[in-house]
Every structure is written in C-alpha cells, then in structure tokens.
C-alpha cells in the first residue's frame, strides 16, 4: 500500500493528513504542544489514536518511543551511534525484533528493513512535488507502525539539522 505524506515545517502543533493511494485522508499525525517533550499522536482516519509517538528524555542518544493507544511501548526508535556513510536509525520491538533504517534520510530516500528484507521505502521520486514523499509498504506489514517509524525518522532527523 503506498501512502502520501505533505512534508511539513515543524511548526509548533502543526498538525498533517497521510493519504492513501486512492486521495483518501488514512492517518492524522496530530502534534501535542506545551508538552516538556514532543509528542505526535498518530489517529486513523475515524480519529481513533492508533499510536502516541514520544521523544525519550534523559538519553545519550535522541530516541523516540512508539506507544500502542492503550500506553504499552511497541518501538524505540534511535539514530546508530557509528554511521560513516549514510544515516541509519535502528527500531527495536517491544517484542524483541529488530527493524533497520537506512538511506538518504535527508531527501527523504530511505528503506525500513526487517531481518534484511525491505518492509517499507521512503521515497520522493514518485512525485514532481519537492514538499511531498510516499511511504510504500509491504502487503502484511503494519501500516500504523511503519508510518509511525517514519515519523520518529522525520522529527529526529529535523533535530539532528
């Protein structure tokens, strides 16, 4: 299935729809101000909170956490400490799995990989538009937590420049 994601500015409690293939708004990514640490919430399209995205305080490296609605972290997303190359962010699953990130997160061409298979592809070539890039994710894979990851890349790499 492949998403629609306007790029946005990171203004504060700017918020932004995730469409589908078809136009369709599928995902709210909704952002919390006058919090101590930023915080998204990511709603389906009926406005049910579907994850909470959390940047952790007090880390050596920046990381965020994915939280199911019911408050149980799913994910921890954080940037590898030793990249010389390319940027790469590693995702660790509350079940004990692993997801890779890596690419040109900058322009936004980038995969999340699980167990070396690709699972979803961050990419602005399918669009004429330089403030728009699609999210393609692989039948079976967990649309709410790949676009969620996404988002955790987005706002880390937005600090990290």
């Known amino acids: 299935m492949k998403y629609l994601v306007k790029e946005r500015l990171f203004g504060i409690g700017e918020d932004y729809w995730i469409e ?16 101590l640490r930023d915080t998204f919430e990511l709603k389906d399209s009926a406005g049910q909170v579907v994850a909470v995205i959390k940047e952790k305080t007090l880390t050596v490296r ?43 997160l900058i322009d936004k061409e980038y995969r999340i990989e699980a167990h070396g298979n690709r699972i979803a592809e ?34 880390l790499v937005h600090e990290d420049n």
């Open 20 to 35: 589908d293939s078809g136009g369709h708004k599928a995902f709210l990514v909704d952002a919390k101000v006058l919090r």
């Open 62 to 104: 920046d990381a965020m956490k994915i939280e199911s609605a019911s408050g149980h972290v799913v994910a921890t997303v954080r940037k590898k400490l030793f990249t010389p190359f390319r940027d790469k962010y590693h995702v660790e699953l509350a079940d004990g799995g692993e997801l890779s990130v890596h690419g040109d």
């Open 122 to 155: 961050i990419s602005r070539k399918w669009f004429r538009f330089r403030d728009t890039y699609g999210v393609e994710i692989a039948a079976g894979a967990d649309a709410a937590l790949l676009l969620a990851v996404a988002v955790c890349v987005e706002h």
